[in-house]
């Protein structure tokens, strides 16, 4: 899997400091060469001039720091003005292949082929598992295990707000059944689907499942939202990204996207609280509500969840638990939320997933899910592509027109724009980025190019035309591996955190390589390297 961020923000060396979940401090790191003249031709010269490279085998810690050093390499970019708020836009982008399985000698004629975010969420599923409603029930079942740009969030609870969720995660899931054509294969309409499910993650599927509630955190096409409301009337489920999780006091405000948040006062019987608030723009009120708690306050594409309401011990001030968020979408269960593909609840109930199109009181309801309602996609074989939701493909590879091979995998080439405000976290194709500082200094905006992250069997040293930066020692990149080989680098399995500069050897130009004996000690000599630049 590969990750990279394109185009990160900022104007100026002060405009946005990204924080990438790194702890600051110092870091016990071995400096092999001229480390610091490396860090310096990169800081003063063309940021997008570097190649970043890390191995095709690399766990996903090893990824993530690639992109982090691509994001703090390429820390500028795009800076907006948004009223009062200065905003952040970031591209990122991510690539990965799930396993292959060979059709050809492998009796499939009716296969549901699945694969997640992580392989041990699919290992206890079966095609038994599936209502014959969804149309997923095929008579046999292929797992093509993890795909790694499949998103997952580890904490989907970060008030603690639910009992029982320390060990709840979100994850992405598809599921596609495939059937024979003649001499071709096909896939029918309302056969294919895109699920984020709540799981304990020690449990899995089924048996772990949980459900959603208003307050939660969910995955829901490779970035983190928060559930805001999953209305009964409407049967509309609505999310929006995080801003603020905290606690707001009585008579205080919150601004955001040039809005005031504001809790005009929290009345109690001694029994039930109440609170009174009100979203306003320019000192008029656009929206209001006065209610016990839980509740919701949602205008202008902006939100208040008010979770829980309660005084101080000795009753001199109230307070109230919330999330609040921006850039709010609501769905209705049964539309159709991008071209092809209509969006459900799941259940699973009775034994079996299935899909509903309405939100009923007690309902257990397990995730989201969007199926495909296009035109049956029949004669599919060699080199064709059968995208899911805009998102992931399914492919046909013959291997070079072989007579006893066609291999069909999972794989994802996906590139988001998220846009973040100043103090937001935001998750997206598992790379996670804070904007620390947001400075306007102007309204002229700069764009510049970070460095894309590469995969060792994309490249190599001899094609490289600019300086090369390597994550991830000999076991997993390959790249790195032939410098140790040749004796210009030492990184074994119990090297420290090291970076390791060698001078012209990819194709002329220095490389710095950043590693360790395991995958803590590279992520250590990476946030070491983040620090410095």
Known sequence: MAISIKKIVSIGLGGLMLGTTLSSGVFAVKQVGDVDSFVSDIVSGNNSNIDIIVG??????????????????????????NDESASATLSIASKSKSEEFNLIGSGVTDSLFAVSADDDYLSIITNA????????DATGYVSLEDLGNLMEISDTDPSSW????????SAEFLFLRLKSDAANWKVNSDEMSYMALL??????VPGGLKCMSPGRNIVYLGEEWTLMGMNADADKVSMGKEVYRG??????????????????????????????????????????AYDTAPLNLISNGIG?????????????????????????KGMELGSEVIPDYEIYSVLYTGGTFQYTDDFV?????MGLALKYVGDDLTGLGSDDTVEIANYANFLFDDEGKSATTLSVFFEMNEEKEVSIIQNQKAKVLNVEVIADKI????????????????LDTETSMESSENPVILVGGPVVNSITKELADTGLIAINDDSLATLSVVSETANGNDVLVVAGGDRIATTEAANALIAVI
Do not use: C
């Open 56 to 81: 095709s085998n690399s766990v996903a810690s090893d990824v993530v720091s690639a992109a982090n050093i691509a994001a703090k390499i390429g820390s500028l970019s795009f800076l907006e003005q």
């Open 162 to 169: 639910f009992t029982g969720s320390d060990n709840d995660v």
């Open 247 to 288: 606690t707001l006091k009585e008579g205080k405000s919150y601004f955001v996207n040039g809005y005031e948040i504001k809790i005009d006062s929290i009345i109690t019987d001694s029994t039930n609280y109440k609170v009174s608030a009100k979203i306003l723009k320019d000192g008029t009120v656009v929206k209001s």
């Open 129 to 136: 598992d599936f209502h014959s409603s969804t149309n997923l």
């Open 439 to 454: 400075s306007v200094e102007s309204e002229q905006s700069t764009i510049l190019n970070a460095p894309v992250v590469k």
């Open 304 to 328: 208040i969840r008010f979770q829980k309401v309660y005084e101080s011990i000795d009753s001199n001030a109230a307070y109230a638990d919330v999330v609040i968020v921006n850039n709010v």
């Open 361 to 365: 009181k007690g309902q257990k309801n």
């Open 199 to 204: 799981l304990d993650e020690n449990l899995g």
